[in-house]
Structure formats: C-alpha cells, structure tokens
C-alpha cells in the first residue's frame, strides 16, 4: 500500500540543515551547469564530519556531477564549496593540493593507471605527498591491499585482475593517505553483492576507525539503508535538491512522490 | 612537511612485559619509529621478556601508520615467541588488523623461465605464422565482403564511406601537398648537382618525372597516409573494440568487415590514386621552380623534355601503386584496430603496429612492383 504522497508547495522546509557536528564540506547555492545547460539549480548542504553522505537521484540527475564539483574536476557555475571552512580555489595550486591531499576518490570504473602494478598505484600518492622511505611506503601499500581483500596481489597490473578486484585496488588507493574525506562514484556498480556487502564494511569500518567522512553516489538502496547516516536526493525535473535527511526516515516520511518511489523501487504514478 | 607532535615509541619492562609507550601524532606525515629496532634493544637478554603490551595514553592523533607498527610488533612477536597483547591500544586498531587479514594472502607462482633462444625464435615463428594467417584470412573477409557489395547483398553505411573521403581529400592535401613539393625539390637538387657534372643539366626534367611518377608520388602518399589515415583507422576500431561497440555488432549478427571495414577501405581506394595524382602533380612542379632558379630553364622547356621521354605507363605505374598502398594501409589500420587488446595501452600499441607494419608493407610491395616492371620491362 502506497502512503499518499504530495510534492512540496515549498521545498526549502522539507530540507532539514545540519545542527550539530562540524561540516566537512559545505555546499552554498551551488549551480551546476554543462555550457548553457543547468543540470542543478541552488544546492545547499553541508556534509558532516565523519558521516556518511549519500548522493542519490535518478540517472542523469546529476549526482556524478556534483561529484565531480565536490571534488574539485569541476568549477561551480554559481554559488561556492567549502573544505572543512576554505574555499576550494582551483586556481590556486596550493590551496588545492593541501586540499586534494586530504581527500580520497573511488571513481566509478577504478580508474587505475593500467602501466603501474597494484602496489605502484598505491605507492605513488605515498611517494608524492610523505616523506616515507621504500620500506614503510612497501608497509603501507601491503597494508591496505590487505584492508581491501587483495593480500599478495601488489605484483598484478590493473588488466590481469578482475573489474571487482580492480575496483577493490583502487580503493586501496583512494585510502592510502588515511584521507579525511572518501568519496565514492558507484562503488557497488559492477560488483557482486558479497563483495559489494563487503565494501559497505569497510565503509562502515573507515568511518569507525578513522572517523572518515564519506560521501558515495550511489543507486543501490541496500547499500543506502545499511552504510547512509544521511542522505540527499537531486531531483532531476525540479532541477534541485528535494530532500536531505536519514534515508529510513525520507523512506517512511517522504517528502515528494519522486523519493518515495526512489526509496522503495516503485514505478507506481508514472505514466 | 611535518605537522604535529612527532611519534614516539619508548620501551618500559617489568617483570617480562615489554610495555610500548605510545606518545605523539602516529601519521603517515611523520618519520615513524620501528617495531623492530626497539625491541631489539632489549635483545642481548631474550629469556627476560614474554610479552609485549601497549601503553597509548599518551598518543594524540593516529592513522594507518599505527596499524603498520602493530603488525611489525606482530611479526616481531612470531619470530621471537613474545605474546602480543593489544589491550592498552585504540580498540579500532585490532578491528582493523582482523579486517585486513580476513583474506587469506594470495602465493603468487614463481614467474615462469625466461624461454631459451630457439623456444624464443620458435615463438616467434609461430606467432609471425598466426599473424599472417590472420592478415590473409581478413583480407579474404575483405574481399567477400567487396564482393557482396558489389552484387548488392550488403548495405554499406555511404555516411562512414563519405567522412573517409572528405579526410584523405581536404584533410590530407596540406600535408600532401607540402611533402610531396619538397621531395620535388630535393630530387630536381640531387639531378641538377649530378648531372651538371657531365653537363645534362637539362635532363633533370627527365629525373623528377620519372622519380615522381613512377616512385615518390605514391610512396610519399602511402607513407603519409598510412601514418595519417592507417593510425586513425587503427586508433577509431581500437576503441570501439575497448568499448564493446565491435561485440555488439557481432552479437546482433551484423559483419564489422561489412559495416565498418569495407566504408574505410572503399574510401582509401577511392582516394588513393587521387591523392597520388596530385603529389605527382605538385613534385613535378617543385622540381621545375628548382630547374628554373638553377638551371635558368623555361616551364615551356622543362615539361617539353619531361613529356618526351615520360610515358603514359609511368604514369599509371604510380597510379596502380597508390591503389595497392591504399589497400595495404587500410588492411593494416584496420585489422590493427580489430585485434586491440582491453588494457588502456592496447590503442596505442595498435596504433603503433598499424602504421609500422603500413610503412614496412608498402616499402616491400613498392620493391616488388619496382621488380615486375623492370621484368615486364614497363
């Protein structure tokens, strides 16, 4: 049985802002546009230190996008980003690599360098931004391959292993500078659901242990109920943001008939 | 650049526990200490200690760099049969440590042998064998599919045969038309100094027409284009290979030969003779300007010499030649294109190979039709 739902009259209430913790990042009236064309309109939200934030939304919403402007690929058409209170200015070399150091990206197809082996991909962030000698940086990239599942797989280039492995690989990357930002593009697409399982873990574990925040674009509902303290939801005919809030509760309340059929995988009122 | 207070281990033992005193920021910035170098301070008297425990009341911030002394301690333990206790120790660092050993380490195989020199020269035998297989087998496909073009039992997509067209036509005439003038120079230079010597100035009209028309117009423009066209080719089928679109055009049963082959291979053997034409043209006529700087000969004069002793034959020779270059290039950018690997390298390679193995053919083929005429005395 459906609940009733109705769109919004106004979308401002529906979002409920941060009161407590600090904001990793802070996202102000941000715009995103491709050339002429407005994929988002007036995005405001802020991520909190050591939560888990998800991005969700229908394809082509635009969660990719954001993204990629979160991360620094893309400059805002207007508004602005906050790093943990700086401006992310690309322009500015240093800033952004103080920044960029600090962060980690699992890019939806893994995106390792195919001329490099598993334990080279792993190493090069290491050999750029520590002063680490061979031996602990050798530590270290053993240690987090293992983290990953891939004990004694350093030797394989990215082509001799499966995309799952791959991706897993590229993981061990992203957090081999004990980021305090992960963010995730799809981690599950592609992957099985015990490996998918076991990423969400190890999510679940980064945030435990090292009080990572994590942001993860992501369709996969599972995942969004298991790992999501938070989630928003870009709605891609409003051209906004139409919802943020903890996904059981935007599942059980929720505030437009495009989320409900999100978060309950139901094609129920389209026509 | 260091940031925060440095790590810092010191050891404490009583009574057989060596305790571990953890103090300081434990980050992956930092110089860190090692397991091992401190608890082998305690190794001139093993028997004393048993165990090894922790003492992180002291310890600021920490990161990986934690996990990494725990599992030296860890290693260290095994090797010198000491207890390892992680009690006094953040309670996530165990957590992590069962987390990263929850898979079993993967033994990789030793690397097989280096084969020796005749395994390697029988390798390679064999791998040129599957390789020309190959080449002959696609040409066949090729040619079938020609075949079926011409009695109409195949569509082919004119879009992809025109896009090829109008890239060796305009596309190509800047860089054509520049090589093609200068190797026009250089041999009206290297006749005029030759032949000066026995004063025959004058037949180097003779030299820049027969070395245009029957060799350099088309060798220039089958190496041009198989650096240029033979790599596009190769560099277009190569990704859509790396992208599945060649499976899917399998899998829905439509030839790739047929749809994507025979428009580029069809455009090249259009164009071709075309392009060569036209360098024979403009190599001509840069070995008249250097004839007329040089020599002080007229245009009348050097076209009269040329034409008396140049034949239509020379001509076409050249011709033949450019359509078999043509033939040759796309052969190889193509098969090249369609035999790509799925690592990110594999385009480049391929691209590589296309416009190696394009060079070497049409140099051999030149060689070869060079022979034919010279027996057929054309």
């Known amino acids: 049985m459906t609940p009733a739902v109705t769109a919004p009259a106004v979308i401002a209430p529906v979002i409920s802002t941060p009161t407590t913790g600090t904001p990793a990042i802070e996202v102000r009236g941000l715009t995103m546009q491709y050339g002429d064309l407005v994929i988002m309109n007036n995005l405001n939200f802020s991520v909190r230190t050591g939560e888990v934030f998800v991005l969700m939304g229908g394809s082509g919403s635009g969660k990719s996008t954001l993204l990629k402007h979160l991360i620094g690929l893309k400059a805002p058409a207007h508004g602005t980003i906050l790093f943990e209170g700086e401006a992310f200015d690309l322009e500015n070399d240093a800033t952004r690599k103080r920044v960029l150091r600090r962060m980690g990206v699992l890019y939806q197809n893994g995106a390792l360098w195919s001329g490099l082996t598993l334990a080279e991909n792993v190493a090069l962030p290491l050999e750029e931004f520590t002063e680490l000698g061979a031996e602990a940086i050798a530590e270290v990239v053993a240690l987090k391959l293992s983290l990953v599942g891939l004990r004694g797989f350093g030797a394989f280039y990215p082509s001799a292993i499966s995309g799952g492995m791959r991706k897993r690989a590229a993981l061990a990357r992203a957090i081999a500078l004990d980021p305090d930002v992960l963010f995730f593009d799809e981690p599950s697409s592609g992957l099985d659901p015990i490996s998918a399982s076991r990423l969400d873990d190890l999510i679940l574990e980064l945030k435990a242990s090292f009080g990572t925040t994590i942001v993860v674009v992501t369709h996969d509902l599972a995942s969004i109920f298991r790992i999501a303290d938070r989630a928003l939801f870009l709605d891609i005919d409003k051209k906004t943001m139409t919802a943020l809030g903890p996904p059981a509760e935007l599942r059980d309340n929720p505030p437009s008939d495009e989320v409900h059929r999100f978060l309950t995988r139901s094609s129920e009122g389209l026509s | 650049m260091l940031t925060g207070s440095a790590a810092e281990a010191d050891l404490r033992v009583e009574s057989g526990v060596a305790t571990i005193v953890l103090s300081g920021d434990w980050t992956l910035e930092q110089p860190l200490p090692r397991a091992d170098e401190l608890l082998d301070a305690r190794k001139a008297d093993p028997g004393v200690l048993r165990t090894v425990a922790f003492d992180s009341s002291a310890l600021e911030e920490w990161d990986s760099s934690l996990l990494i002394f725990l599992t030296q301690c860890e290693a260290y333990g095994e090797e010198h049969q000491l207890t390892v206790e992680t009690a006094g120790l953040p309670e996530q660092l165990p957590r992590l440590l069962a987390l990263a050993r929850a898979v079993p380490e993967r033994t990789t195989p030793d690397a097989p042998e280096r084969a020796r020199f005749l395994a390697r020269m029988g390798l390679s035998v064999v791998t040129g064998y599957a390789s020309a297989r ?245």
């Open chain 2, 134 to 378: 190959a080449s002959i087998t696609f040409t066949g496909e090729v040619a079938i599919a020609a075949g079926n073009l011409v009695r109409r039992r195949v569509g082919m997509r004119w879009r992809d045969f025109w896009v090829v067209v109008q890239s060796n036509s305009s596309g190509a005439l800047p860089i054509v038309t520049l090589i093609a003038l200068l190797v026009g120079i250089i041999i009206a230079f290297l006749g005029v100094v030759v032949l000066k010597r026995f004063g025959a100035g004058y037949y180097v009209s003779y030299l820049v027409g027969f070395g245009m028309l029957r060799e350099m117009g088309a060798l220039m423009t089958g190496i041009i284009m198989a650096g240029r066209t033979g790599a596009a080719f190769a560099a277009e089928l190569g990704s859509m290979k790396i992208t599945e679109e060649i499976d899917a055009y399998t899998t829905l049963g439509i030839s790739p030969v047929e749809h994507l082959v025979l428009p580029r291979m069809l455009g090249l053997f259009v164009m071709m003779p075309l392009l060569t034409i036209y360098a024979d043209f403009v190599g001509i006529v840069g070995g008249m300007l250097v004839s007329m700087w040089m020599l002080d000969l007229s245009a009348t004069q050097f076209f009269g010499g040329l034409l008396d002793a140049v034949t239509l034959s020379d001509a076409l020779l050249g011709v033949i030649k450019g359509v078999i270059f043509g033939a040759i290039i796309g052969i190889a950018g193509c098969l090249k294109g369609l035999q790509t690997g799925s690592d990110a390298g594999a385009v480049g390679r391929a691209t590589t190979s296309a416009v190696v193995v394009g060079i070497t053919l049409i140099i051999l083929a030149n060689a070869v039709m060079d022979w034919l005429a010279a027996l057929l005395e054309v």
